[in-house]
């Protein structure tokens, strides 16, 4: 394996992570160590494989030289391998058992893994820590929550609409216990991409609770 095929490969393994980071509202958990690994080597792997295939086809070319191959086979990579494992089956690229599709289920069912074990680290945290945000001024909160959820860009106006009357609704909600209320609006905010609000409203709570007397 040459050291552009390899360099191929982190590329490709990097580009992957910032999706993994940047594409979700719900960032991936340490819980999720293994599959983030094996999703960033299987990409890496498929840029390392394209890497040959590409100057095979694209060497004699005067520009495709230098370091271009190894940017191209790390931002195609995944992509190229695909369309040429579709055309090493039987010719019909949507055969459901053809090496191209086998690929993407295997990269589909890692990603749900991922989001799976995300969403339950999630949960937990809001179940375990967001009550300490009862020891904030809950209206302040509860602007700071609306402000965010107004102003989170990618959001539609109907989603935007039903996650603010969320809060609102939690909010007035006299059955409601003051933890069941705080959870519920938090988790809404969570949900909504405000992972980093919630974790900083919990990070002022403990400040105040460890300034309390006899903490």
Not at 85 to 107: C, D, F, H, W
Request: hydrophobic content about 45%.
């Amino acid at each position: 394996m040459s050291i552009s095929a390899l360099l191929s490969g982190g590329l490709a393994a990097l580009l992957s992570l910032m999706e993994l980071i940047n594409a979700r509202r719900r960032p991936p958990s340490f819980r999720a160590i293994h599959w983030i690994l094996g999703r960033l080597a299987f990409d890496a792997g498929t840029a390392m494989l394209a890497y040959p295939i590409l100057t095979a086809a694209l060497g004699g070319l005067a520009w495709f030289t230098g370091a271009l191959p190894i940017v191209v086979a790390g931002f195609a990579g995944p992509a190229f391998l695909r369309s040429q494992l579709a055309l090493l089956g039987s010719g019909q690229e949507s055969n459901t058992y053809g090496p191209a599709n086998v690929y993407k289920r295997i990269q589909k069912q890692i990603d749900d893994n991922i989001s799976e074990i995300g969403l339950i680290a999630q949960s937990e945290w809001v179940f375990d820590k967001v009550p300490l945000i009862l020891l904030l001024d809950l209206e302040e909160t509860c602007k700071w929550m609306k402000g965010h959820i107004e102003t989170t860009p990618k959001m539609k106006p109907s989603e935007r609409k039903m996650r603010l009357q969320i809060i609102d609704d939690a909010f007035g909600d006299a059955s409601l216990s003051p933890e069941k209320k705080i959870q519920s609006v938090t988790q809404c905010l969570v949900d909504a991409g405000g992972i980093r609000l919630a974790r900083s409203l919990v990070r002022r709570a403990r400040k105040i609770e460890k300034s309390q007397p006899g903490s």
